[in-house]
């Protein structure tokens, strides 16, 4: 029932930002987080962020604290991640999904979401 479209990516330069978008419906009315991952190639995918539908939950890795933001719009059932001061290795596919009530370390895997979407590319690069 949930179908996610990313937007957002492109090229930027080290230390230049972009900000992601995940729209979709069907997880605005549920207990369900919203997550982002993302996937260099080679690389399993690792998680990025994630934020809850219903509670104030966020989690963010160590990798992209403190750099990127997740947010949402209710009105628009959008999710977005503000990513700044981007890095080379932050180079990668990133995808958001529908995952578990809550934002916790231990839930925050590729293995409790669904409802993938296609995934936008963002590239770091001088």
């Known amino acids: 029932q949930v179908q996610l479209v990313e937007s957002g990516g492109g090229l930027v330069q080290p230390g230049g930002s972009l900000r992601l978008s995940c729209a979709g419906s069907?997880?605005?009315?549920?207990?369900?987080?919203i997550g982002w991952f993302r996937q260099a190639p080679g690389k399993e995918r690792e998680e990025v962020s994630c934020?809850?539908?219903?509670?104030?939950?966020?989690y963010y890795s160590d990798s992209v604290k403190g750099r990127f933001t997740i947010s949402r719009d209710n009105t628009k059932n959008t999710v977005y991640l503000q990513m700044n001061s981007l890095k080379p290795e932050d180079t990668a596919v990133y995808y958001c999904?529908?995952?578990?009530?809550?934002?916790?370390?231990?839930?925050?895997?590729?293995?409790?979401?669904?409802?993938w979407g296609q995934g936008t590319q963002v590239t770091v690069s001088s």
């Open positions: 069907g997880f605005t009315s549920d207990y369900h987080a």
């Open positions: 999904a529908v995952g578990p009530p809550l934002c916790f370390p231990g839930t925050v895997v590729a293995e409790n979401f669904n409802s």
């Open positions: 934020i809850t539908s219903a509670y104030d939950t966020i």
